[in-house]
């Protein structure tokens, strides 16, 4: 019986080909979005971009933050330039690394913004240039000129570090950037490295550093006057390919709370940026114009679940929520969303200035809403003193509409005809809407253009062209709002590009400013 024979086959093209199947595999998932939030653990994790000059700080905030709220911070170090381009690269490979950018000069921060790197950003702490100098060390300097003159022997700091920018730009300002340049002993990529030349080398005497870093190190801190406007903003902003925003969110509130990141700051000899009190998750309250109610309810809700925080909010006219503030029964809420500017003022002159600037955000036409054809001939306001019109308006004390359309009435001179023809005198532009839907109890309604957008079909309506016609809507926050930052960044969210989406898909004018 002959032997069975077996045929040879070379299989490492099919092991390769697995091998590589599978380290494509692992790349993927250690790159992936969702590696970056959950750790080994399964606990929550962020990673940080944080300038090398803050490092002792965020580093001390960031293990408080780790062990009160079970969150690991990962912290990857690097001078401020550096970092962002970083953020760039990770955006352009299609990764989203890192949650938090924490730049040493808010100058970063703004450029960052607009290359669309990072969104929200909050100021945290501030510092200045000085010139450190060797500690026990009498140079008898107290400007620029001595330090070239007395053939100082000093290092700067490369310009892609927030220190080195900052001293450059000062430096350039007043004429000396080029000889103090030239006459540099050496530079370096960031300011700790600086400064421990300083410390350490025998041969240098000063360094351009921060002056929270000089004093950290133990150095003499002299305040040069070509440096007096040099103070930079520390700030932490969120990197708008993170994940888990809400989270990046909290650790810039717990860095900016003076109860929490503001002491360790100040532990560290920075001067801490004062920022909202401390809260899990903040509460604020708006009062808002009915009218705007189907245009900011999306925009409310995404606020709160990015920021993590609730909002609650009170919706009715405006001359309703005036009132109510007066009383003081439930105090100011932190925002005013209003149907007109017109009743901000009046809360002001009220209440002694109680809010603070306003933003612009949209603008909506009073209309005569008709029956389809205009079978009674609605063409101005003073066809309303028709005889046996039944009119519906909005009730003047408690509405911003209602207000306005009484006035516009009044400026007719036939104020008293057109009242006796108004049958209806509702809380809210909705009750009369939905009266001339049901039919034969209204022949025309007072409303904003902004409130019959899904009736244009069955309807017609009659703008008026009076520039008082036209309600401004704005918002403004509380000045004694418990959480001002949080109530701008709202009024911020209000204004935003999605949020103008809304407001004109509604039918109002979009006018705030970009």
Request: charged share 25%; hydrophobic share 40%; with cysteine.
């Amino acid at each position: 019986m002959s032997e069975p024979s077996f045929q040879r086959s070379n299989s490492w093209p099919l092991i390769a080909f697995f091998s590589i199947a599978v380290l494509v595999v692992l790349v993927v998932v250690m790159r992936s979005p969702t590696s970056n939030s959950i750790n080994a653990d399964g606990a929550r994790e962020l990673r940080v971009y944080c300038a090398a000059c803050v490092r002792l700080a965020v580093e001390e905030a960031a293990r408080q933050f780790e062990k009160e709220l079970g969150v690991r911070v990962v912290l990857e170090y690097a001078n401020s330039g550096v970092l962002a381009n970083r953020l760039k690269t990770d955006r352009e490979g299609g990764l989203s690394t890192a949650d938090v950018y924490i730049p040493a000069d808010f100058s970063f921060t703004e450029r960052a913004q607009a290359e669309g790197l990072t969104a929200e950003a909050l100021r945290v702490a501030t510092w200045k240039v000085v010139l450190g100098v060797k500690p026990g060390l009498d140079l008898g300097i107290s400007n620029c000129d001595e330090v070239l003159d007395k053939n100082i022997s000093f290092v700067l700091c490369d310009p892609l570090a927030g220190v080195g920018r900052k001293t450059k730009k000062m430096l350039v300002n007043s004429g000396h950037w080029e000889a103090i340049d030239a006459a540099k002993a050496s530079s370096f990529p960031t300011v700790t490295e600086a400064a421990l030349a300083v410390k350490e080398n025998v041969g240098t005497q000063a360094a351009f550093v921060w002056d929270s870093t000089a004093r950290q190190h133990g150095l003499q801190v002299l305040e040069l006057p070509e440096l007096k406007a040099s103070k930079a903003d520390i700030s932490a902003a969120v990197a708008s390919a993170s994940e888990q925003p809400a989270l990046a969110l909290q650790f810039l509130r717990y860095l900016a709370a003076p109860q929490k990141g503001g002491q360790v700051f100040a532990r560290h000899k920075y001067t801490p940026f004062p920022g909202d009190p401390w809260s899990l998750r903040p509460r604020l309250r708006v009062d808002c114009g009915g009218v705007n109610r189907e245009a900011v309810q999306k925009t409310i809700a995404e606020f709160e679940q990015r920021e993590g925080c609730d909002v609650d909010v009170v919706y009715a006219g405006c001359g309703t929520l005036v009132g109510k503030m007066q009383t003081g029964d439930q105090g100011l809420p932190d925002l005013f969303v209003t149907c007109d500017a017109s009743y901000l003022d009046k809360a002001q002159d009220a209440m002694g200035s109680p809010f603070g600037p306003d933003l612009k955000v949209s603008s909506t036409r009073i209309v005569m809403l008709v029956a389809k054809g205009n079978p009674l001939g609605i063409l101005r306001l003073e066809d309303l003193a028709k005889v046996g019109l039944r009119l519906g308006t909005t009730d003047p004390q408690a509405s911003t509409l209602g207000a306005l359309s009484h006035e516009l009435i009044r400026e007719t001179g036939k104020f008293a005809q057109v009242e006796s023809n108004i049958t209806m005198m509702a809380d809210t532009a909705h009750t009369l809407i939905q009266s001339m839907e049901a039919g034969e109890k209204l022949d025309v309604v007072m409303v904003y253009e902004a409130n019959i957008q899904h009736l244009k079909d069955r309807f017609d309506y009659v703008p008026l062209k009076q520039p008082r016609a036209i309600a401004v809507q704005n918002v403004a926050a509380s000045k004694i709002s418990e959480y001002p930052q949080l109530a701008q960044r709202f009024m911020n969210r209000l204004v935003s590009e999605i949020s103008r989406h809304r407001f004109e898909q509604l039918g109002f004018q979009w006018v705030a400013e970009k």
